[in-house]
Nanobody, 115 residues
Framework: QVQLVESGGGSVQAGGSLRLSCAAS????????WGWYRQAPGKQRELVAT???????NYAEYVKGRFTISKGNAQNTAYLQMNNLKPDDTAVYYC?????????WGQGTQVTVSS
């Protein structure tokens, strides 16, 4: 089992920045992919970015050039640097490490961007 704690959310004005963190505990070995997802009110959860253990990164088109996903030196942390935030980025953000084909979800962290 993997337990997760996301942090770093908050309220910012459009154009601002936030850095989200995800700390995993428990069986963190063999996590091969970290993902960040988000869910806005009334909408489905959507992919934001992923990074594999080998460093391959994938971004959703709507965050390319603004968001940066990274992993910590230890195998139990991941980050999402969000720059030039827009009101449409308002959502609860979730990290999603995948270990041996099983994805884990945390409680999420709220990001609110005002215009």
């Amino acid at each position: 089992q993997v337990q997760l704690v996301e942090s770093g959310g908050g309220s910012v004005q459009a154009g601002g920045s936030l850095r989200l963190s995800c700390a995993a505990s428990g069986s963190v070995f063999a996590i091969n992919t970290w993902g960040w997802y988000r869910q806005a009110p009334g909408k489905q959860r959507e992919l934001v970015a992923t990074i594999t253990s080998g460093g391959t990164i994938n971004y959703a088109e709507y965050v390319k050039g603004r968001f940066t996903i990274s992993k910590g030196n230890a195998q139990n942390t991941a980050y999402l640097q969000m720059n030039n935030l827009k009101p449409d980025d308002t959502a609860v953000y979730y990290c999603n490490p995948v270990r041996r084909g099983v994805g884990y979800w945390g409680q999420g962290t709220q990001v609110t961007v005002s215009s």
